[in-house]
């Protein structure tokens, strides 16, 4: 069965870093692009960023919200997404998803992990 | 940036009643168009992508509608657990944007 799971959110101050993982299982990782989306408390989706895979040299897209100061990376042998996230503001609250592109297509998420929670408050 | 505009915010209908949802982006994206259902608590799942093809598993009352600017999903005969927040991506041009939402009620 296809799953993502999410780790590493909790409480952070601000100014702080964190590392998101998402372990991927049940499909062939390195094939797919991956994304990062989240969701502050009672409101909607935010597009966090994309890594695309190794045929596409792992290039990066970013939000703005977040350029330069997240980084998405991955980790093909061990099937695992990452995101760093430095400067860590109070607005960053959110659950963070991890989702897998739907290769056919590229541009949709149809796999969702179940979403980690990452609280930026001093 | 792409803009995604969500009409109406909340709709409330029966079980049974069609439902229209539309979303409008500020510029031409062609068939560049995605829905997600998200319930509370839960993750979002996609229902629809490239603005009318159906992601296997959904139930075929969900369909896709529009191109350019203007696209609908439709909910053709409302069932108890469609009640949920909808919401469309543009799939166009980086950074990726959705819409507002839409929460689904049944009456």
């Known amino acids: 069965e296809v799953h993502l799971v999410e780790s590493g959110g909790g409480l952070v101050q601000p100014g702080g870093s964190l590392r998101l993982t998402c372990a991927a299982s049940?499909?062939?990782?390195?094939?797919?692009?991956m994304d990062w989306v989240r969701q502050a408390p009672g409101k909607g989706l935010e597009w966090v960023g994309r890594?695309?895979?190794?045929?596409?040299?792992?290039?990066?897209e970013y939000a703005a919200s977040v350029k330069g100061r997240f980084t998405i990376s991955r980790d093909d042998s061990d099937n695992s997404l990452y995101l760093q996230m430095n400067s860590l503001k109070t607005e960053d609250t959110a659950m963070y998803y991890c989702?897998?592109?739907?290769?056919?297509?590229?541009?949709?998420?149809?796999?969702w992990g179940q979403g980690t929670m990452v609280t930026v408050s001093s | 940036d792409i803009q995604m505009t969500q009409s109406p915010s909340s709709v409330s209908a029966s079980v049974g009643d069609r439902v229209t949802i539309s979303c409008r982006a500020s510029q031409g994206i062609g068939s560049w168009l995605a829905w997600y259902q998200q319930k509370p608590g839960k993750a979002p799942r996609l229902l629809i992508y490239g603005a009318s093809r159906l992601q296997s598993g959904i139930p075929s009352r969900f369909s896709g509608g529009g191109s350019g600017t203007d696209f609908t999903l439709t909910i053709s005969t409302l069932q108890p657990e469609d009640s949920a927040t909808y919401y469309c991506q543009q799939a166009k041009s980086f950074p990726l944007t959705l819409g507002g939402g839409t929460k689904v009620e049944i009456k």
């Open positions: 049940g499909f062939t990782f390195s094939d797919h692009y």
């Open positions: 989702g897998r592109d739907l290769i056919s297509w590229g541009a949709a998420i149809d796999i």
């Open positions: 890594i695309r895979n190794k045929a596409q040299s792992y290039t990066t």
